[in-house]
């Protein structure tokens, strides 16, 4: 087996390993302890969020869909390994058509906070509908973790919707601009949750990024 191989069989078996809830953090107070690394999920509402840690951890209702304004904003917390490897944080969604005001506020200092005050989170995976391809409001969470030089890294979802020169495109576009960006990784990998691509490279992919 080559190395690309044994990541990728090495992030399947813990990734088929014990995973669990730990806790729902509504504010910085309800934080976990730092004891784990850390990596987060972010992206926009109905992005694909949800699926994607489901089709990651082989489970098929770790992370519970909402499309709920307002009862989203809060970090999600799963213990990986046992013993405890690693943690997925699944942060709120954001850019909703009709979110009022206050509560992107409350998006902003929470989230913010939270890559600020975060030694233990490792990396970032912004997740990017394949169809719409980067939006103001991903500019916006890039900048933001550019400034708190929290690394991250652009997902593209729901590859399967659109057809593979249209992928080829949209990952040529997010690409270019992934590299005018001082925190973020330069390789963008596509992935689809409802038929499985690219997730044996994601797992790598977050294996790597709090083993690195
Ligand atoms: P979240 O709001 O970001 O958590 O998004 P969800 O995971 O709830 O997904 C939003 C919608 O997109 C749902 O209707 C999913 O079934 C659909 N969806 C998510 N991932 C995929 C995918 O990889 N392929 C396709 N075709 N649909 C997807």
């Given at each position: ?125 912004v997740l990017v509908d394949s169809r719409h391809g980067l939006k103001?409001?991903d500019r916006?969470?890039m ?9 991250y890294r652009l997902v593209l979802t729901k590859s399967d919707k659109v057809k593979a020169s249209e992928l080829a495109e949209v990952h040529a576009r997010v690409v270019d601009e992934a590299r005018k960006h001082?925190?973020a990784h330069p390789h963008v990998i596509a992935t689809s949750?409802?038929?499985?691509g690219g997730?044996?490279e994601?797992?790598?992919a ?7």
């Amino acid at each position: 087996m080559d190395e690309v191989e044994d990541r990728i069989e090495a992030a399947r078996k813990l990734f088929a390993g014990p995973i669990a809830f730990l806790r729902s953090a509504p504010e910085l107070k309800f934080l976990p302890e730092p004891t784990a690394p850390e990596v987060a999920f972010a992206g926009r509402s109905n992005v694909g969020k949800s699926s994607l840690l489901n089709a990651l951890t082989g489970r098929n209702s770790l992370a519970r869909t909402s499309n709920t304004p307002g009862r989203t904003q809060e970090l999600n917390f799963f213990d990986v390994g046992d013993p405890l490897q690693f943690r997925l944080v699944d942060m709120p969604g954001y850019g909703f058509a009709k979110a009022p005001k206050d509560l992107m506020r409350k998006w902003r200092y929470l989230v913010n906070d939270y890559l600020r005050g975060r030694p233990v989170l490792k990396r970032v995976l912004v997740l990017v509908d394949s169809r719409h391809g980067l939006k103001d409001v991903d500019r916006e969470l890039m900048d933001m973790l550019d400034k708190a030089a929290v690394s991250y890294r652009l997902v593209l979802t729901k590859s399967d919707k659109v057809k593979a020169s249209e992928l080829a495109e949209v990952h040529a576009r997010v690409v270019d601009e992934a590299r005018k960006h001082p925190a973020a990784h330069p390789h963008v990998i596509a992935t689809s949750s409802e038929k499985g691509g690219g997730i044996p490279e994601l797992r790598a992919a977050v294996l790597d990024s709090v083993t690195e």
